[in-house]
């Protein structure tokens, strides 16, 4: 069985449009994968301010196959002298069978042919790699923007797109955006660490951010008392809006993982500053 990622790396995003975004692509995919006949023990969608994550467990490698039973003509127009006429040649021709293949049933109306098709599943990451845009382009929110030259619009610029079926990438293109984003395995982490964060499989993007440089995860995490936390001591007393101001807004407060993302947060990675130290303090004061 196979995992899957889709990453949607971004600006940085406003913290009630994330919220939402997460929840929408959930339903979508939900949708998407139950049409596709496309079976996943776990939907998982996570974000921070710079990025929407989705993952999808225990795929298998193929669509399953799609079986189907057409109508055809009466039977007596099917078949004279026990052969097929053309009536039958003909709709066994559309259904894709022999029309030695073909079955006759009776029904209320009298006798008639069926032929039954079986649809073989396609490659599971093909078939992802064609929805996959429209889970992107189908989020919704307020004041959505375009940028550069593209014809996109969304929440803030998109900037990269990582795209794994196991450890091979799923080749995706967003055309429309400037530039055009083409999906590989290379991640981003803050903003003060321009090197890539590179995931090498899907199961392992987690652990690849743990590890990245400013690490993605432990910086900074809304536990559940609400207290905001520094390197996992908790900063206390810090008003509403200044929590907002490191992005833990209400609606952020139940994602994971965070970029750091104000200049508060930059300046205390910068300076490796502890909490409880004098720059810390005039700050948050």
Known sequence: MATFLLEIGTEELPADFAGSALEQLKL??????????INSSAIWVDGTPRRLALRLEDLAERQEDRSEERKGP????AFRDGL????????????????????VRDTEKGAFVFARTIEPGRATAE???????????????????????????????LRWLVALFDAE????????????LHSD???????LHTDPVVIAT????????????????????PPSSGAVLWRGAPITGLPPFRRNRLGLARTFQNLRLFDGLSVLDNLLVALQRQPGESLLGGLLA
């Open 28 to 37: 979508r995919v939900r949708r998407d994968l139950a049409e596709a006949r």
């Open 84 to 103: 097929p006429t053309p009536a039958a040649v003909g709709f066994a021709r559309r259904c894709g069978v022999d029309p030695e293949a073909l079955e």
């Open 127 to 157: 078939v992802l790699a064609e929805l996959a845009p429209a889970w992107i382009w189908s989020l919704q929110g307020r004041r959505f923007m375009r940028w550069g030259n593209g014809d996109s619009r969304f929440s803030r610029p």
């Open 74 to 77: 009466p039977a007596q127009q």
């Open 169 to 180: 990438v799923v080749p995706i293109t967003l055309a429309d955006c400037d530039p055009p």
């Open 202 to 221: 899907a199961a392992a993007y987690v652990a690849a951010l743990a590890a990245a440089p400013f690490n993605l995860i432990s910086g900074l995490t």
């Open 185 to 191: 395995r290379l991640s981003r982490g803050h903003r």
